[in-house]
């Protein structure tokens, strides 16, 4: 890793304030990563998080990877599938995954990411959330390697009434809002957020690899429009392995986004749980789509 303290200023498109920034009113946070898990199982246990939060005044960061691999859809996008242009049996085919976020966004497939999860009380507002959140993210990952320093952030969000017309509202990675991380102008974390009274749950997808790109083959478009897609999102995505020319480890970047977290709020988390282990929750319909 390179020697980048977080929030250093050497990197003015995306430096976060040297100063500790304070994110959550709770006292107490723990640390998981919860490994390789199925996507139901990933989704339930962000709510129940979620309730923990709520009963036992504790903040949660969380790690975790999928498997199988799985396409999420945002919470409101899920009520409105058919819309969504996903081929389920195409992807219950394969042996992957489909679920609902709690929280919005757009349709995502898991693969070669990292993905995070941060729960936590806060009485700020979400779009000043987010950005406190993005500037953890990045100051972690400047340690991984320096091209990493010149990761920026959106400025501004998309004109949805246009994607949705050229159809490249449903997929995540196809356009980024306002404050998300991006490379020279290409998008390298996508994140989610809701709101449960004054808990917050956020949660985003690192790219590690370039296997996201491959959700256009799961939805049910012509040809012409899969080239096009594939062509939208190989020109507005990226992931750490092609920036910094070599594969980037999960572990690597855990360590790193860990750190970012940890210094820019400084947290002392009280509980840190590296390989956690769960018993697979009770699965709900809620989190499935057939």
């Given at each position: ?15 976060g ?6 994110l ?11 490994g390789?898990r ?13 309730e923990?939060c ?14 199988p ?21 195409k ?19 898991h ?10 009380r ?9 950005r ?18 010149k ?9 949805l ?5 050229t ?21 390298l974390?996508g ?28 939805l049910n ?7 096009k ?21 999960y572990?690597?970047t ?8 940890k ?7 009280k ?15 809620r989190?499935?789509?057939n």
């Amino acid at each position: 890793m390179s020697k980048v303290s977080a929030g250093s200023s050497e990197n003015n498109s995306a430096s976060g304030n040297p100063a500790v920034i304070p994110l959550a009113d709770n006292k107490k946070w723990e640390f998981l990563d919860t490994g390789v898990r199925s996507g139901v199982f990933n989704m339930e246990l962000d709510m129940k998080l979620v309730e923990r939060c709520k009963k036992e005044d504790t903040a949660f960061l969380r790690f975790y990877r999928w498997k199988p691999y799985a396409i999420s859809l945002g919470y409101n996008q899920s009520r409105l599938s058919k819309e969504a242009y996903i081929d389920t049996n195409k992807i219950h085919a394969e042996g992957m995954d489909i679920v609902t976020r709690p929280t919005g966004g757009r349709a995502v497939l898991h693969s070669e990411e990292l993905t995070y999860s941060v729960i936590f009380r806060s009485q700020k507002h979400i779009h000043e959330l987010y950005r406190d959140i993005s500037v953890a993210i990045v100051n972690g990952l400047k340690l991984l390697d320096t091209k990493l320093e010149k990761l920026s952030f959106t400025k501004d969000t998309p004109d949805l009434l246009k994607l949705i017309r050229t159809g490249m509202y449903n997929l995540c990675f196809n356009s980024a809002i306002k404050n998300e991380i991006n490379f020279k102008g290409k998008k390298l974390v996508g994140s989610a957020q809701r709101k449960f009274g004054d808990i917050v749950l956020q949660h985003g997808s690192i790219l590690i690899g370039s296997h996201h790109k491959n959700i256009v083959n799961y939805l049910n478009i012509t040809g012409e429009e899969r080239v096009k897609m594939m062509r939208e999102i190989e020109e507005k995505t990226e992931c750490l392995n092609n920036i910094t020319g070599r594969n980037i480890e999960y572990k690597d970047t855990a360590e790193a986004v860990f750190h970012g977290f940890k210094t820019t709020f400084g947290l002392d988390f009280k509980s840190i749980n590296r390989v956690a282990e769960f018993v697979e929750p009770r699965m709900k319909t809620r989190f499935i789509m057939n």
